[in-house]
């Protein structure tokens, strides 16, 4: 009895361990496609402009695209963050480096001056929900889970304080604007493949769920409102949205309601004050520019946003042609906030600038409408592709509509990362937004380093090339949340070229470029490779009888090369110190990378002349 009982367990073995039974096996695996979850905001908040309170009431219809059944939800309470002993307030007491804007300034908050959202009540399909409030997070435990392609409906009602202006959001900024309405809202937070994304709001970046947003905001009549969407009734509220002898406001009324909506966003932004000025420009395509900035600004700085809406017409054209068509009706550039920062078709600006500092931030929150709001990237674990990329393209602009003609428009990015490599402060750009050890390491990172990421492409695979790619990856990725692969790979099908080891180098590592002439003897040319990364390289030689030659040495992991018109020569395997080639005439000089788009820490030994 014991060996057929051993015989069939053999049996049972190898059938198991067939190819018959693995094919089948791996037929029934299930292949997952890219997904996102998808809300829809019902929002209706009642502001009391002198006491810098509200009471909302939030509708939101949740609708779970994931394979999986979701037991808990949660919310970002961000107005939370701006109390004492807050996370935010004790990083900013304690990083080595504190934002001149934020410093202790939360610690020394009043009752009166604190931010706070506190829910009142939740519902889940009309019954009342579980839920803990845990700093800036809202915990909710569900009644009944959400399945695999359900939805479910969440009624809440808040009352909110609007913070002392400190960081984004708040009321009484420097400039005297009244309201400044950013992450101002219970935000639901994203869950996608990674899983639910709950850090505590410190004050860096963000990430949402794509939706749609039916906004209604009743306050002071004497206020003018900016915001992300489309206003409904402008001849309810008047100001300049429409005719405004249109308007139908009752002498008797103390409160409009201002009816916006905003379809397929990840964000809604307000601004209010009662001496705004509205003014309306229109781009070739057809798109409504607002500009909102108060009329008791002095007289060069009213000339200064006067000046700026032509231009940022002109910003708006040349983004949608070197990236993709801006795909809403309009855009809105508002006065407030404590600096700069882009929101769903909108920003909000400091105004009391120089012209060339006001197109600057301009240029920059608009470019931030392409990357992180149309490419939604989790800009909290990837900042560099939000602050990077938007970098890149709005030096590109701002050279071109200003007619600044320079060769390399990215040269202060360059000039950023060699000093934070010099000083030995720099992070990989991996590293979790809040987790920077420094503000600098942070601000260098995600700004400098992220921006030669794509012009150091055009350096490896091409100028031609990475503005394709560009567009490839608007085309591909709008209206979605992609990850560094997207990117890479984008670049990888439009150039043909492997790019793989340039993501981890870059990004995962801090491993340096820094390649050098080691030595010309007669017509042998010896190049090394000194720092960890390696690179393709780019080499002009001149001959003593004063022509000049240009060489391309593509890197072997590569896999080709870029389209070039200089000579190609033998790849290079990156485990090689050195590399040999020889010319055929006699050399006067020899230079690494003349267009300076390579991130060469050490310049000064790319360049050797022969006495």
Known sequence: ????????????????????????????????????????????????????????????????????????????????????????????????????????????????????????????????????????????????????????????????????????????????????????????????????????????????????????????????????????????????????SKKTISQKTEKLSWHFKAPKVHDFMWAGDPEFTHDIIQTKDGID??????????????????????????????????????????????????????????????????????????????????????????????????????????????????KKGKDNPHTSSYRGYRMIVEKGYEEPLSTHSDRYHTNWAYGTASYSKGSIFLSQLEYIIGKENTAKGLKKYFKDFSFKHPTPNDIKRTMEKVSGIHLGWYLNEWTQTTHTIDYGIKSVDNKTITIERIGKMPMPIDIEVVFTDGSRERFNIPLEIMRGNKPTTATVLKDWGWAHPTYKFEVTKEVKSVEIDTSKLMADVNLENNFKKIE
């Not at 004497?222 to 100001?239: C, F, K, M, R, S």
């Not at 990236?323 to 600006?349: H, N």
């Not at 240029?363 to 989790?378: I, R």
Request: aromatic residues 14%.
């Open 289 to 402: 520019l607002h500009f909102f900035y108060k009329k008791n600004l002095e007289e060069k700085y009213i000339e200064n946003w006067k000046r700026l809406q032509p231009k940022t017409a002109e910003l708006m054209n040349f983004f949608s042609e070197n990236i993709g068509q801006y795909p809403y009706k309009q855009y809105s550039v508002i006065q407030g906030g404590d600096g700069g920062m882009e929101y769903a078709m909108g920003t909000l600006i400091t105004g009391k600038r120089k012209f060339q500092s006001l197109f600057g931030v301009t240029a920059h929150e608009l470019a931030h409408t392409w990357f992180q709001f149309l490419l939604a990237t989790n800009e909290s674990l990837h900042p560099w592709m939000d602050e990077g990329f938007t970098s890149y393209i709005s030096n590109k602009a701002d050279n071109k509509i200003l």
């Open 1 to 244: 009895m014991k060996k057929i009982i051993f015989i069939l367990w053999i049996l049972s073995f190898l059938i198991s361990c067939s190819p018959t039974k693995s094919i089948v096996y791996q037929k029934t695996m299930p292949i997952q496609s890219y997904w996102q979850q998808h809300v829809k905001y019902t929002m209706d908040i009642d502001v009391d402009v002198k006491k810098f309170q509200y009471k909302g009431k939030q509708k939101l219809v949740y609708t779970n695209n994931s394979p999986d059944e979701l037991t808990h939800v949660y919310y970002h309470l961000y107005f939370n963050a701006f109390q004492p002993n807050s996370q935010m307030d004790i990083r900013s007491r304690n990083i080595q480096d504190p934002d001149r804007r934020v410093k202790d300034r939360i610690s020394k908050l009043t009752p009166e001056e604190i931010g706070y959202i506190k829910v009142a009540s939740l519902k889940q399909n009309d019954e009342n929900v579980q839920f803990e409030v845990v700093g800036t997070i809202l915990e909710v435990t569900l009644n009944t889970p959400i399945k695999s392609g359900g939805s479910a409906t969440f009624d809440m009602v808040y009352d909110a304080q609007i913070p002392k202006q400190i960081r984004r959001s708040g009321r009484n900024n420097k400039e005297g604007v009244a309201l400044s309405m950013a992450q101002w809202y219970p935000k639901l937070a994203e869950y996608d493949f990674e899983g639910w994304h709950t850090p505590p709001y410190i004050a860096r970046e963000f990430h949402g769920v794509w939706g749609d947003f039916d906004v209604t905001i009743h306050i002071d009549k004497n206020y003018t409102i900016g915001a992300t969407g489309y206003l409904q009734n402008p001849q309810e509220v008047g100001h300049g949205y429409e005719d405004s």
